[in-house]
């Protein structure tokens, strides 16, 4: 091996990165094995692979948050030691995480001032005021220096990560599964901002689920599986089912195949609902819909239309102000999660860390969770743990949690890994209804196929499911009715197949569907 070079005397300008027969192992998992990438600048390099197949660890590597059990990284042709992310930022590397680390309460200005380094020591707020309006000028960024970080959306806040970086003179930006958080309308905004970047002789490696984005943004993309280099190409020689092919092994369904059901009784109705959002702003208006058995209705809308205290009031962790929630005809009003579970809701929520397990505690724990109380989990004044374990591995079994054992941490496992096993806790309960909260947020193109058919053969099976998506083509393809929501009404409903992703579209703006119909016109 080469000796390394300080960091201080590499040169500035990342014209060539390169990362060598790389290999990281957590106890006995090997996150990644013997692996080779290397970037250019002006190029966008795509890195997929399945949830669990190692490129948030490899990347972590690149950024100095894990260190490489073997392997080295050269910066052109240079290696250097990357003990910490202020010697990644200092080699001209920077990352944007998919949950981005600014403060909140803290101004945009006063989120780029943590740990920069450059400012001098008289007026550092007028110098570093002038570098983020000239980097915004120059990528098209349009950052309000002034601005708190809580009164912005989800696409200004990924803005001001970009300028943090490019601040620190960032030559090669990581960027982890960018659009999730983001509108179609943000994600058109960003890829133009990527674009001109890379024009400018910055390079971005692009961490992602979504095929269509690699296929528009990246010059060459390569694919990793259980840790390992299984697929390289430059992008005009492959197209989307190669693509998932070489991620999964297989080629991925266009459709899903569905029973032929006639919906039977309302086993969810909603009747004139008001909720308001934390803040005590007006979140849902006056809103009524029925869900019924042997039936999928979708909920369309960009995300803060009120989606989120909808499903927080029917699974009871949110009280509305008036109207009312009937399970099977039996009030929900006032109810509490525990309740709401009783009378046969079971819910896949939205951010599945947070309120979808217990991190620190085991798989085999977590597979019981809303029925550790019940028979046959436990008695009156014990755990059966020789029960809950044979569920906890009926459920990796049935449900394919890639798992190294039922007793291992549940935040060890993978995104994809982590839904599977709250999809399998949740429906193998038996449910009468199922409220899914963004199901597939953030999963590969494996996981995302297999979590679809799991809520289309419930329905099949007589269950009925709520499911709320902001992703169109997810809710044409599982849906019987879709439902657009925008500002916390409904503003229609329609048949999948009667009408177009445009129509829904211009309905998730805030348009009438007789509005739609003129436009159509």
Known sequence: ????????????????????????????????????????????????????????????????????????????????????????????????????????????????????????????????????????????????????????????????????????????LIMDEPTSVLTPQEAEELFGILKTMCADGHSVILISHKLDEIMELCNRVMVLRKGQLTGEAAIEDVDKGKLAEMMIGRQIANAYPKAHCQPGEAILEIQDLDVDSDRGLPAVRHLSLKVRKNEILGIAGVSGNGQQELVETITGLRKGLSGKVLMKGKPLNHADARRAHALGITHVPEE????????????????????????????????????????????????????????????????????????????????????????????????????????????DQGGAVLLVSEDLDELFMVCDRIAVMFEGRFMGEVIPQDCSIEEIGLMMAGSTPTEVLTHAD
């Open 1 to 172: 091996m080469m000796k390394s070079v300080p960091l201080e005397k590499t040169l500035r300008r990342t014209q060539h990165l390169e990362m060598r027969g790389i290999s990281k192992s957590f106890l006995d998992v090997k996150a990644n094995q013997d692996i080779n990438l290397s970037i250019k600048s002006g190029e966008i390099l795509g890195l997929l692979g399945e949830n669990g197949a190692g490129k948030t660890t490899l990347m972590n590597i690149l950024y100095g948050l894990y260190h490489p059990d073997e392997g080295e990284i050269l910066i052109n042709g240079s290696p250097v030691q990357l003990r910490s992310p202020k010697d990644s930022m200092r080699a001209g590397i920077g990352m944007i995480h998919q949950h981005f680390m600014l403060v909140q309460k803290h101004s945009v200005l006063e989120n780029i001032a943590l740990g920069y380094d450059d400012a001098p020591f008289f007026f550092p707020h007028r110098h570093l005021r002038s570098k983020i309006l000239e980097l915004s000028a120059q990528y098209g960024l349009e950052v309000d220096p002034d601005k708190p970080i809580w009164e912005l959306s989800a696409g200004e806040q990924q803005r001001v990560e970009i300028v943090k970086a490019l601040s620190r003179n960032a030559d090669v």
């Open 352 to 459: 599945r860390i947070k309120y979808g397990i217990v991190p620190n505690l085991l798989l085999y724990e977590n597979s019981v969770l809303k029925r550790h109380r019940d028979t046959p989990f436990s008695s009156w004044i014990k755990m059966n743990y020789g029960v809950i374990k044979d569920h906890a591995g009926h459920l990796v079994d049935g449900f394919q949690v890639d798992a190294p054992s039922i007793n291992v941490k549940v935040k060890n496992l993978s995104g994809g890994n982590i839904q599977k096993l709250i999809l399998g806790r949740e429906i193998s309960a038996g449910p009468d209804l199922l409220i899914a909260a963004h199901p597939t947020y953030g999963l590969d193109v494996g996981a995302t196929e297999y979590v679809r058919k799991q809520i289309i053969e419930l329905r």
